[in-house]
Nanobody, 115 residues
Framework: QVRLVESGGGLVQAGESLRLSCVVS????????MAWFRQSPGKQRELVAR???????EYADSVKGRFSISRDRVGKAVYLQMNSVRSEDTAVYSC?????????WGQGTQFTVSS
């Protein structure tokens, strides 16, 4: 059974940095592409950042220049480095992986920014 497990969430102050991690277990194959999504109370889930197998990335406009997504070489882990965080970054962050045509999601980790 494929599982995605996030870690690294917590409480930080505005302007600080934090790194989220997500590890894939239960799959022999690595992910084709991986991403981070987030959802705040009362809002729809939104894409934060995505990274493809070749290394290309895309970001939500709201995080460009502040967040950076990376992955390991085999597609079994994805990371989100968050710098200069703002109160509006507060949300539950979930990682996503597409492995051989199937979508997998982590359960999410809470990230809160205090101003």
């Amino acid at each position: 059974q494929v599982r995605l497990v996030e870690s690294g969430g917590g409480l930080v102050q505005a302007g600080e940095s934090l790194r989220l991690s997500c590890v894939v277990s239960g799959s022999i194959l690595g992910a084709d592409h991986m991403a981070w999504f987030r959802q705040s109370p009362g809002k729809q889930r939104e894409l934060v950042a995505r990274i493809y197998g070749g290394g290309s990335t895309e970001y939500a406009d709201s995080v460009k220049g502040r967040f950076s997504i990376s992955r390991d070489r085999v597609g079994k882990a994805v990371y989100l480095q968050m710098n200069s965080v703002r109160s509006e970054d507060t949300a539950v962050y979930s990682c996503y992986a597409r492995i051989r045509g199937r979508d997998y999601w982590g359960q999410g980790t809470q990230f809160t920014v205090s101003s």
